[in-house]
């Protein structure tokens, strides 16, 4: 199956799970540039459960539009927990929708460091009154990079969707 078919695929069945659940969703996205909010808007119908989508790519558009706090990106760093749960939740108030997936991370090849090497891409979640972040190390391309994160936020989104509703 190409990356292309997994993507589409995997944004299928989160945009069915979404709409049987009557759930929305939105994106705040930083290394992937859209391309999560991308995925999920290449799925026929998905105006009945995607709110919106934001680029993020600067520091001063996290804050400005996500209301990420200067000092959480002075103290660690964008490409960090504490940044992706400040987008997901920032995302999530300011859209009004039921889950907010997040992004951010060195997509490379230039950009890395010792501490947060190229493919280092810290991913979060918020859904219902939850916030959960995890941290990849992804290897490849740039693109390689930034395609992994795409799958790893829908699949991330589909578990969770499922560890909800069956707590519910």
Known sequence: MSDAAK???????????????????????SCTGGLIAGALTEVSGSSAWFERGVVTYSNAAKQELLGVPE???????????????AMAEGAKRNSGADIAISVSGVAGPAGGSTEKPVGTVWLAWAIDDTSEAALFHFEGSRHEVRLQAVVSALHGSI?????????V
């Open 159 to 167: 578990d969770r969707i499922n560890r909800t509703r069956r707590s």
């Open 7 to 29: 993507v589409l695929e995997l944004s299928t069945l989160l945009g069915q799970m979404l709409l049987e659940n009557g759930l929305s969703i939105t994106t705040a996205e």
């Open 71 to 85: 000092a959480t990106i002075q103290e660690h760093g964008a490409v960090s927990e504490a940044c992706v749960l």
